[in-house]
């Protein structure tokens, strides 16, 4: 390759990215939006009351009060006990476009038309109007009523003049055009509009991923400029007139700013808010998540029982969380936040001064770096080596993230650092791989070497790890788990050997993804019927023995449901029932791991004590008549800590001495999950075992008898599996009867051979 091309294509492409970044399309503008939200989510605003309170008709509200709509008296009650408890402002999240269904000139028109009715609709008339008692209720204080601005038709009579609430003032440029702009309105009934102090917008303006970032303080209704429901509900709070409105072209612009509004007033009698805004007047949401202490059920206002503290002096939003009235939408934090939630957010952030900000030479500066960090990334690493491009691109795109957070954290500011880390992964995989085509011969003998010690699939598995595992191995503590079929060899001489393949293949399946899929383990390998796995390498667990217990727990659930697909398929068949059964061998210990083989062909293996052993365990199902047989070292592992309720049902079956070993070995069998093992059937089981190996050690062939005895009782009720582990047992304890042990006998089994 010609090595002015290692300078022109690194370049071009340089060149690309700012063309890219420049033309500010959709797809950087939601990757820059991701990664404000992560910002958010590593470091949300902190909550803090604010004096501003959701009035949520949540679903208990719902259930205690009736469906909604809810009569318009019912929501009178509620803004005049708002009212009541010297609320600062109380803003209706709802649209009161309809009159009140069971108001009633409503029922009057539905009433039949006929002199037999004429005395009960002359009752109706005179029943009083639930509207006109919201009506009153609303003019009673300072309240605000929702309007919903939309670009659709509505009716003809939402299009009736609104009446003026409060002035607007606009200096410099004017606003209008720069708002986000609304032709029609569903507005509140005209005797709501008249008697509220307020009116307010409750349209967000979601970003192309829908989720909600921002809202606008102010919108435009044609030639009108309407405010927004938070924006609304403080200018009643604080008594305010007017909003003054900033925007280019006046004196002393804001610089977070570059074309439209800059800042909204609003003062009044009970304070003044000075709101710094992008250019459509909105204030971008630092969120908090939903948080509990925001709220006041609804029907706690209405019968009382809500902290006055909550409500007194605060600035009260009336909305609903639940998710029956579709009033939920994603925010960075929640991906299902009420409405009225986000208007209270904006308030809280307004109130408190707490405020995110885009600068307006944001843009600038982040297309002035991707243009120095480009520019030196390719000529250090032309210079250096692919290694020193790393090197400069690590550094840069940490000190673009870090100069990033530190604006968000510090200032407020949103300034993107995520092309940067972009350009800088490009540019040097660019890099690398104009080295790769320079050293394609080192690079292909690498590659050969390494195919030789990895298979494709461990390779992709690890490929995420700081380091690979030691290739001469290392000592770690494993569990390790073998599992076998049963009287296989008489089921697989009926069997045709595509019969045979498929069946061995229906058992291994979910086997494995119970082993890899489910619980984290490594299959080591498929032996004919028989399976080896192990927990804790190459990737760390540090539950590995848990696991592995759950993992033999699942596989036994698994084996039933194959067994049970197998007999429906048979009686379909008018065959006879073919059921699998299978031994697992469970243990925990110390054990060699790592890349094993020849020359010709290595792989990733465990060696050791506690992999014989576990292979011994396996074998030792047979003997005792139990499916799971787990070592010591595990059932140590699994124990639960002081004070907790047992975490598996496990007995100890006996004391062994495996083939090799001097010291025996305590195992247990599996009865069980933790729910199994804290229930009263276990737990009397477990006495009586416990009894009967007691007994046992201590050649008390009576006690042992006695013991037998009542688990044959309990066995037969609830544990009819671990009948042939009592059978061998009255077998040894008869034989020993006979013929006693040595004095020094111990108690230990034997074990000579794999299945003992």
Known sequence: MKRWLDLLIPFALLLATLVVRAEEGPGIARLRNLVFDSYQRFHPRPYADAGVTVVDIDEESLARIGQWPWPRSKLAELVTKLGQEGAAAVALDIILAEPDRMGPQNLLRLWPDNADQASLKAVLQNLPDPDLALAQALASGPTVVAVALVNEPVPSGSLLPMPRKAGISNAGDNAIPFLPAFSEAVRALPIFEEAASGYGAVNAVPDSDGVIRRLPLLSAYGEIIVPGFASEALRVALNSSTYQIKASGANNVLEFVDRGVSLVRIAGHRGTAVIPTAGDSSVLLYDTGTQPSRFVPAWQILDQSADPSRIAGHIILVGSTSEGLKDLKPSPLSPTMSGVEVNAQILEQIVTGTYLKRPFWASDLEIAFLLLFGSALILIARRFSAIGGATVGVIGSVAAIA????????????????????????????????????????????????????????????????????????????????????????????????????????????????????????????????????????????????????????????????????????AEKGEGPMGLAFGIGVNTGPCSVGYMGSEQRKAYTAIGDAVNLASRLEGLTRMYGVDCVIGDGTARAVAPAAGNGPSFALIEIDLVRVKGKQRPEPVHALIGDAALAAGAPFQELLDSHKSLIGAYRAQDWAGATEALARLHDQTERHFPGLMPLYTLYRRRIEGYRGAPPPPAWDGVFEALGKTG
Do not use: C
């Open 403 to 570: 100069a990033s957070w530190f604006a968000f954290t510090r200032q407020g500011w949103l300034v993107d650092p995520i092309f940067p880390v972009a350009v800088a992964l490009l540019l040097y995989m660019v890099t690398a791989f104009l080295g790769y085509l320079r050293t394609e011969g080192e690079k292909r003998f690498i590659r050969d070497v390494f195919s030789q010690m990895l298979s494709p699939v461990l390779v992709e598995k690890l490929a995420s790890q700081p380091e690979p595992p030691k290739l001469g191995g290392e000592l770690r503590e494993l569990t390790v788990m073998f599992t076998d079929l049963q009287g296989f060899t008489s089921i697989a001489e009926g069997l045709e050997p595509q019969d045979l393949t498929r069946l061995i293949n229906r058992f291994m399946t979910p086997m494995a993804r119970v082993i890899q899929d489910d619980h984290a383990g490594t299959i080591d390998k498929y032996m004919g019927d028989a399976i080896m796995a192990f927990w804790n390498a190459p990737l760390d667990l540090p539950d590995h023995a848990r696991q592995a217990v759950e993992a033999a727990l699942a596989m036994r659930a698994a084996l039933a449901a194959l067994n049970a697909e197998l007999a429906k398929e048979a």
